[in-house]
């Protein structure tokens, strides 16, 4: 059992060579969305999560502020991020199969407020509903996390 108090029982996260092997082709798509959330102005960072003892590939904006995260998946990766009931207005869907692929978290947003969408990332036409969602949770006004040292 690895001891969860030591940063080193959790091992070390994928290298590029095996994201690589582990993606193969898809390897240009993970690339692609990473560079999409760069331009928005994300920093990318690898982070352990405890609750599901996997890596994930997370994005920050700006203040330290949460923006997306791609995890690997047993057939290949997904994007996961939040969006406010608010912000679905904002996505700019043009066929019925990406409003269909929605229609779960937009429904979960109806009733929360907001919804965690995790898109599974299978080819290439998968990437224009994620440059969607992109650009509808970066319009989110967010103030920079305050650093709570010295209180």
């Not at 043009?94 to 080819?123: F, N, Q």
Request: hydrophobic content about 35%; proline content about 6%; some cysteine.
């Amino acid at each position: 059992m690895k001891d969860k108090s030591n940063p080193a029982a959790h091992g070390n996260h994928p290298t590029q060579r095996k994201l690589a092997e582990r993606l193969q082709s898809n390897l240009a798509l993970w690339n692609e969305i990473c560079l999409m959330a760069s331009e928005i102005g994300a920093t990318w960072r690898w982070m352990y999560s405890d609750r599901t003892e996997q890596w994930s590939f997370r994005a920050y904006l700006p203040g330290d502020r949460f923006f997306t995260s791609l995890s690997l998946t047993d057939s290949d990766f997904e994007v996961s991020l939040n969006l406010k009931f608010e912000e679905w207005d904002a996505l700019y869907l043009p066929t019925p199969e990406m409003e269909a692929r929605l229609a779960e978290p937009r429904a979960k947003a109806a009733e929360s407020g907001e919804a965690w969408i995790y898109l599974p990332v299978k080819e290439k036409s998968d990437i224009p509903l994620v440059a969607s969602l992109f650009a509808a949770r970066s319009r989110r006004q967010q103030t920079p996390k305050s650093s709570r040292r010295g209180r």
